[in-house]
C-alpha cells in the first residue's frame, strides 16, 4: 500500500469521458467503501464532472473537495488529490482550480488500492484512457502540484512512493518505484493517444567524458530506456551547457534537505534554469516557479538570507561531435575542456517539459544537437480495475 492512512497524494493524467462517482484511484479498508476511503474521484453526488477528494469515514460518513471548475472530457488532464490529514482534503485539476474540506473525516484502516472501479466489482471506473499514475505516503504542496499538473514527472518530486506508467496490455501493471504491482481485472486496452509528459533520468550517471582529439569515442545512447526514462511522450535529445553563474537573489528562510526555496524575487528565474545557494553550492535544476518559491530538482540546506545563483542552459558543440538518431558519437577534432555539460531531453509535443542527466566535464585531449526519440505503447484504456495490496 502506498499509506494506510493520510497524509497521503494521488494523482495520475486521464483522457476522460466523465460521469457521476467514477473512481479513478481508490485506497480503502478492505474490498468495500463502507468504513474507510481515500480517494480520486469525480464528483458522486451530481454529474458536474468536478475532480473529487472523497473521504468515507470508518463509520461510513463521505466527504467529497471538489475543484473550482469541471473536467474537459476527451481531453488529457492531470487529476490529482491531497490528503493532508483527517481535517484537509483538497482536489486538484491540472495542478489548480483547487478546492479543499476541512471536514474531519477519520477512515479505518487502508488495505487495498484499486486503480479503475471500486473495491468490490471495480465498477464506475475511468471512463477512457490513463496513464502516469502515482502516489506520494505525504501531503504535495501546491507548487508541487502545480509542476505536476503541467506535465512533470513523479519520479522528479521528492519522496514519491509509486509510480505506475499503465502502458496498454501491460500485466501486472508494474510499479516503478515501490512493490505495489496491480493485478488487472481485464485487458487494458489500447489507447489512441498519450500526454505529453516529461522523461526522466533513469539510466546511470552519465559522469565525466575524457576523449582524444583524432580517436573516435564510444557512442552513447540518448533514445528511451538508457540515459532517460521510455515514457509516453516522445523527445529529442541535445547536448548543453550551463553559463556563467549571476547573484540574483536571496533565501527568505533557511531550508534544510528541501526542494522548495523560498526566496526574494523570483524575475529571471524560469524552469528549466539551474540555481545553486551559496557560492560553493552545487547546481541543481529549476522544476517550477511559483511566485517566490523554487522547485528544484535536487534537496538544498542553506541559511536564511544565502545568496542564490542562476545559471542559463544553451546548446553546446564540440568539434567532431554530435547526436543522431538519440547517439551521441563522432571524432572529436581539437583539444578543450567544457564544464557543467548535460544532456537535456525535450518533449516533442511541449517543449516546455524537459529532463537532464548529470552535470559532467568533457575533456578532449591531444592533436549539440539532433535527435532521438523516446515512445511507449500508448496509455491502456480501461474495462475493468486494478487491485494492489
Known amino acids: 500500500m502506498p499509506a494506510t492512512a493520510a497524509p497521503v497524494t494521488l494523482c495520475t493524467w486521464t483522457n476522460n469521458s466523465g460521469g457521476q462517482g467514477r473512481r479513478i484511484i481508490v485506497l480503502s479498508a478492505g474490498a468495500s467503501e463502507t468504513t474507510g476511503v481515500l480517494g480520486l474521484l469525480t464528483d458522486t453526488t451530481s454529474a458536474s464532472n468536478k475532480v473529487n ?16 471548475i469541471a473536467i474537459t472530457t476527451g481531453s488529457w488532464q492531470h487529476w490529482g488529490v491531497v490528503f493532508a ?84 496490455g501491460e500485466t501486472p501493471v508494474i510499479d516503478q518505484i515501490g512493490t505495489n504491482d496491480l493485478t488487472p481485472s481485464a485487458t487494458i486496452g489500447a489507447g489512441t493517444s498519450d500526454p505529453n509528459f516529461q522523461t526522466y533520468m533513469t539510466g546511470g550517471p552519465v559522469g565525466n567524458l575524457s576523449y582524444t582529439a583524432g ?115 563522432g571524432t572529436p577534432t581539437s583539444a578543450a575542456t567544457n564544464s557543467l555539460c548535460l544532456f537535456r531531453a525535450t518533449c516533442t509535443g511541449n517543449t516546455a517539459l524537459v529532463a537532464d542527466s548529470d552535470l559532467f566535464t568533457i575533456t578532449v585531449t591531444g592533436g549539440g ?7 511507449m505503447l500508448p496509455a491502456g484504456v480501461f474495462s475493468g480495475g486494478m487491485v494492489g495490496g
Not at 472523497?54 to 473537495?65: D, L, W
Not at 524552469?271 to 517566490?292: C, E, F, H, M, Q
Open 53 to 68: 477528494a472523497y473521504r468515507v469515514s470508518s463509520g461510513g460518513t463521505g466527504n467529497q473537495a471538489l475543484t473550482s
Open 85 to 168: 490529514s483527517t481535517t484537509s482534503a483538497a482536489s486538484y485539476l491540472n495542478g489548480a482550480n483547487k478546492g479543499t474540506s476541512g471536514t474531519s473525516i477519520s477512515p479505518a484502516t487502508l488495505t487495498q488500492l484499486t486503480i479503475s472501479g471500486r473495491p468490490s466489482d471495480f465498477q464506475f471506473g475511468i471512463g477512457g484512457q490513463a496513464a502516469h499514475a502515482a502516489a506520494w505516503a505525504r501531503a504535495l504542496s501546491d507548487t508541487e502540484m502545480a509542476y505536476l499538473g503541467a506535465g512533470g514527472n513523479p519520479r522528479a518530486v521528492k519522496s514519491c512512493v509509486s509510480y505506475w506508467k499503465m502502458a496498454s
Open 215 to 329: 580517436t573516435a569515442i564510444t557512442a552513447i545512447n540518448l533514445n528511451a530506456g538508457h540515459v532517460f526514462d521510455d515514457v509516453s511522450s516522445a523527445f529529442t535529445s541535445t547536448l548543453n551547457q550551463l553559463g556563467t553563474a549571476s547573484n540574483l537573489t536571496t533565501t527568505t528562510g533557511a531550508v534544510t534537505a528541501a526542494r522548495e526555496i523560498p526566496i526574494t524575487s523570483a524575475t529571471g528565474i524560469a524552469a528549466g534554469d539551474y540555481i545553486k545557494l551559496t557560492s560553493g553550492g552545487t547546481p541543481t535544476r529549476v522544476l517550477w516557479v511559483n511566485g517566490t518559491t523554487v522547485l528544484v530538482k535536487d534537496d538544498q540546506t542553506a541559511s536564511s538570507g544565502a545568496a542564490v545563483y542562476r545559471y542559463g542552459v544553451s546548446t553546446l558543440t564540440v568539434p567532431g561531435l554530435s547526436i543522431s538518431s538519440g547517439s551521441f558519437s
Open 369 to 375: 544537437g539532433g535527435g532521438g526519440s523516446g515512445l
